[in-house]
């Protein structure tokens, strides 16, 4: 007897096919399996590769080949822990009108007692699956490796690696799937060597996570609903190891911006889904206030069969891209350029004039007097020297100076000592501790914040929304010779973007906050070269409001901070390269243990992500000071001999020479 779910799954597929690929003969059936190849297996393995070669099924069983290789093609011999998730898809409508397609989860087998080694790369696992359907798209999760595996042998560690291959009920390739989002989307913010949760310590892909998180568990549990769940604060929820998730961190970095993960890619043949195919098992993960089912906080919905009907894709895409899409368009209405001219007539107390100019989005100047009152905070930070800036956030222990922090409009008013000329803002910066060399240089970072409804500024006021807009860097000498730059050639500012978009507004509320846009870079050779150089008036050597305590100077700074939120793992995510002739201009950093805690510039750096207390002992028997005071520190900050003996790349920041 028939099985009915199974006839009407296979008349949706039989359209389907149909519909993709048109009327056709039969074939001669699949090829066999010719015979497999030998060759001199890995004795190391830095890349480990996974591949499903052959998939047959036996009385309903899968016989799955799976070849695995090193970086070089060489068969490695003897893995361990090879181990395969089974899945099986049930396409859109399949189990109720309105539903999404559905994985769920079939098999999960791993270790040596599930397979055979043939001892030339090939892997053959036989095993029982439940419910299989010939009919519906067969999915083998393939995974090996991680921390602590090796081979057989003991010895050969064996990376991590997870892949996904789908095939159709015989075997052959699929004819429909369910990819919505790709892992390299996820590892625009995720370390791709790096496990996506603390709770999984070996799982890297969601598309590992979306298999197992299948139809066969709870709604709370399936990845369509999971997925939004820990990337927002919605609700909270605790796992079974009691581990608390609050999706504060992933909220604030993406800001509920669907499109930070849902980008279009021609190789998902499914990245359009989330707006297609509206359900109530995925909405809730977000709009939490809602029961459907009850009908409180939306018309009562006992089922995903009239989703559709209101939320049609356009309209879906909209409400929730629109605001982003708003945003991103009232950023690129304004700008500023600016200058910063240094004051010779009194060499005694040397000073400086700063001009704001506010352009409109064709670059053309607006006359500041006809948008103060839209303007919230417009800020600027000036320190002297970019290399090795001289003023701290609070008094340098040398020179007594701090950063020179004034805002010239705040709340719609202009600010006292600040005035418009010609409609530019103006204000003169007193007693800039200019000197010789990096310290000919004195540089401004502005940040503009504006009050405005969504679309178009307005005036402020309380409860007034506020965007922080593209922020501006100047610089100026004293000399009226070329300014000294901070080097650009070490961070890859796209990196930054990947991950903040360019419309998340950094430090707003603490300042104007501002988003990553070319205005903080400079032309070089034709092209725009954006860094941190802005950071460094306010990220100072002297480090930031709690001095060296949370290694605030801009050379520790970004290390703690990612490494804290378990983003970083190696150094080519933010590294373009590292330029380490750029530790001759510094001196001592402010470092943990407050007041005159200092350590010298290479060792600092290290220890932002190694560890003080790990590293100390090693760096003060090459010439560095760790927690000494600031004269102790800065007179041995180029007798550090770290350099002697390390030679580190972004590719292998371990790199030694003797």
Same mark, same amino acid.
């Given at each position: 007897?028939?099985?009915?779910?199974?006839?009407? !799954?296979?008349?949706?597929?039989?359209?389907?096919?149909? =519909?993709? $690929?048109?009327?056709?003969?039969?074939?001669?059936? /699949?090829?066999? =399996?010719?015979?497999?190849?030998?060759?001199?297996? $890995?004795?190391?393995?830095?890349?480990? %590769?996974?591949?499903?070669?052959?998939?047959?099924?036996?009385?309903?069983?899968?016989?799955?080949?799976?070849?695995?290789?090193?970086?070089?093609?060489?068969?490695?011999?003897?893995?361990?822990?090879?181990?395969?998730?089974?899945?099986?898809?049930?396409?859109? @409508?399949?189990?109720?009108?309105?539903?999404?397609?559905?994985?769920?989860?079939?098999?999960?087998?791993?270790?040596? &007692?599930?397979?055979?080694?043939?001892?030339?790369?090939?892997?053959?696992?036989?095993?029982? #699956?439940?419910?299989?359907?010939?009919?519906?798209?067969?999915?083998?999760?393939?995974?090996?490796?991680?921390?602590?595996?090796?081979?057989?042998?003991?010895?050969?560690?064996?990376?991590?690696?997870?892949?996904?291959?789908?095939?159709?009920?015989?075997?052959?390739?699929?004819?429909?799937?369910?990819?919505?989002?790709?892992?390299?989307?996820?590892?625009?913010?995720?370390?791709?060597?790096?496990?996506?949760?603390?709770?999984?310590?070996?799982?890297?892909?969601?598309?590992?996570?979306?298999?197992?998180?299948?139809?066969?568990?709870?709604?709370?549990?399936?990845?369509?609903?999971?997925?939004?769940?820990?990337?927002?604060?919605? /609700?909270?929820? *605790?796992?079974?190891?009691?581990?608390?998730?609050?999706?504060?961190?992933?909220?604030?970095?993406?800001?509920?911006?669907?499109?930070?993960?849902?980008?279009?890619?021609?190789?998902?043949?499914?990245?359009?889904?989330?707006?297609?195919?509206?359900?109530?098992?995925?909405?809730?993960?977000?709009?939490?206030? !809602?029961?459907?089912?009850?009908?409180?906080?939306?018309?009562?919905?006992?089922?995903?069969?009239?989703?559709?009907?209101?939320?049609?894709?356009?309209?879906?895409?909209? !409400?929730?891209?629109?605001?982003?899409?708003?945003?991103?368009?009232?950023?690129?209405?304004?700008?500023?350029?600016?200058?910063?001219?240094?004051? +010779?007539?009194?060499?005694?107390?040397?000073?400086? =004039?700063?001009?704001?100019?506010?352009?409109?989005?064709?670059?053309?100047?607006?006359?500041? %007097?006809?948008?103060?009152?839209?303007? +919230?905070?417009?800020?600027?930070?000036?320190?002297?020297?970019?290399?090795?800036?001289?003023?701290?956030?609070?008094?340098?222990?040398?020179?007594?100076?701090? /950063?020179?922090?004034?805002?010239?409009?705040?709340?719609?008013?202009?600010?006292?000592?600040?005035? !418009?000329?010609?409609?530019?803002?103006?204000?003169?910066?007193?007693?800039?501790?200019?000197?010789?060399?990096?310290?000919?240089?004195?540089?401004?970072?502005?940040?503009?914040?504006?009050?405005?409804?969504?679309?178009?500024?307005?005036?402020? &006021?309380?409860?007034?929304?506020?965007?922080?807009?593209?922020?501006?860097?100047?610089?100026? =000498?004293?000399?009226?010779?070329?300014?000294?730059?901070?080097?650009?050639?070490?961070?890859?500012?796209?990196?930054?973007?990947?991950?903040?978009?360019?419309?998340?507004?950094?430090?707003?509320?603490?300042?104007?906050?501002?988003?990553?846009?070319?205005?903080?870079?400079?032309?070089?050779?034709?092209?725009?070269?954006?860094?941190?150089?802005?950071?460094?008036?306010?990220?100072?050597?002297?480090? *930031?409001?709690?001095?060296?305590?949370?290694?605030?100077?801009?050379?520790?700074?970004?290390?703690?901070?990612?490494?804290?939120?378990?983003?970083?793992?190696?150094?080519?995510?933010?590294?373009?390269?590292?330029?380490?002739? #750029?530790?001759?201009?510094?001196?001592?950093? $402010?470092?943990?243990? @407050?007041?005159?805690?200092?350590?010298?510039?290479?060792?600092?750096?290290? $220890?932002?992500?190694?560890?003080?207390?790990?590293?100390?002992?090693?760096?003060?028997?090459? @010439?560095?000071?760790?927690?000494?005071?600031?004269?102790?520190?800065?007179?041995?900050?180029?007798?550090?001999?770290?350099?002697?003996?390390?030679?580190?790349?972004?590719?292998?920041?371990?790199?030694?020479?003797?």
């Amino acid at each position: 007897m028939m099985n009915t779910q199974y006839s009407k !799954i296979a008349l949706i597929l039989a359209a389907t096919i149909l =519909t993709l $690929a048109g009327c056709g003969g039969g074939d001669d059936g /699949k090829p066999g =399996t010719p015979g497999l190849p030998g060759g001199e297996p $890995a004795a190391d393995i830095k890349v480990l %590769n996974l591949d499903v070669t052959n998939v047959t099924y036996v009385d309903g069983k899968p016989v799955i080949d799976v070849f695995a290789t090193n970086e070089q093609d060489m068969p490695i011999i003897g893995l361990q822990d090879l181990g395969i998730t089974a899945a099986q898809l049930t396409p859109v @409508g399949a189990t109720g009108a309105g539903n999404s397609a559905q994985w769920t989860r079939t098999a999960r087998v791993s270790g040596t &007692a599930n397979y055979t080694d043939l001892k030339n790369g090939h892997y053959t696992f036989t095993f029982e #699956v439940a419910g299989y359907n010939q009919a519906l798209t067969q999915r083998y999760n393939v995974y090996a490796g991680g921390q602590g595996s090796t081979l057989l042998n003991g010895v050969t560690a064996v990376p991590r690696k997870e892949i996904v291959e789908d095939f159709d009920g015989n075997g052959y390739q699929a004819q429909y799937t369910k990819n919505i989002v790709s892992h390299a989307t996820c590892t625009s913010c995720h370390a791709e060597d790096k496990p996506l949760t603390t709770r999984h310590s070996n799982y890297y892909t969601q598309e590992t996570c979306a298999t197992c998180h299948s139809s066969s568990m709870s709604m709370e549990s399936q990845w369509n609903h999971l997925v939004h769940n820990i990337h927002n604060t919605s /609700k909270t929820f *605790t796992d079974k190891n009691g581990k608390e998730y609050t999706g504060a961190a992933a909220e604030h970095l993406i800001e509920n911006n669907c499109q930070s993960c849902h980008v279009e890619d021609e190789n998902l043949s499914e990245w359009q889904n989330w707006s297609r195919i509206p359900t109530m098992e995925t909405c809730t993960s977000c709009h939490s206030d !809602i029961d459907f089912k009850a009908g409180n906080g939306h018309s009562q919905q006992l089922d995903n069969s009239n989703c559709i009907a209101c939320h049609n894709a356009s309209w879906t895409e909209e !409400i929730h891209t629109s605001p982003f899409t708003q945003k991103a368009d009232f950023i690129d209405m304004y700008g500023m350029s600016a200058t910063l001219v240094a004051n +010779k007539a009194d060499q005694d107390d040397l000073s400086a =004039t700063l001009s704001v100019t506010i352009l409109d989005t064709n670059g053309a100047k607006v006359d500041a %007097n006809t948008l103060i009152s839209k303007i +919230k905070r417009l800020e600027t930070i000036t320190n002297v020297g970019p290399n090795f800036p001289i003023m701290g956030y609070n008094p340098n222990p040398v020179t007594g100076y701090k /950063k020179v922090t004034q805002d010239l409009v705040k709340s719609g008013l202009v600010q006292d000592k600040v005035t !418009i000329l010609d409609g530019v803002l103006r204000f003169n910066i007193a007693k800039l501790p200019f000197g010789a060399g990096d310290t000919d240089t004195a540089f401004t970072i502005i940040g503009l914040e504006m009050c405005n409804d969504g679309v178009q500024a307005i005036d402020c &006021a309380d409860g007034v929304a506020t965007t922080s807009m593209k922020a501006e860097l100047t610089h100026g =000498t004293l000399s009226g010779a070329a300014p000294s730059y901070r080097h650009t050639d070490s961070v890859n500012f796209s990196t930054c973007q990947n991950c903040h978009g360019k419309a998340f507004e950094i430090h707003k509320g603490h300042h104007a906050g501002f988003v990553m846009t070319e205005q903080l870079g400079r032309e070089v050779d034709g092209k725009v070269i954006i860094g941190v150089d802005a950071c460094v008036a306010c990220h100072t050597p002297d480090g *930031t409001y709690a001095s060296g305590a949370n290694q605030g100077a801009i050379e520790m700074k970004l290390h703690s901070v990612h490494g804290e939120q378990s983003i970083i793992s190696n150094c080519t995510q933010c590294h373009n390269d590292f330029n380490l002739d #750029v530790f001759k201009l510094k001196g001592a950093l $402010a470092t943990a243990g @407050g007041g005159d805690s200092y350590t010298t510039p290479i060792t600092a750096t290290c $220890a932002s992500c190694h560890g003080f207390d790990e590293i100390k002992a090693h760096a003060e028997g090459q @010439g560095a000071v760790v927690n000494g005071s600031y004269q102790q520190a800065n007179d041995a900050a180029q007798l550090e001999f770290c350099l002697g003996c390390h030679v580190p790349s972004i590719e292998n920041h371990a790199a030694m020479k003797f």
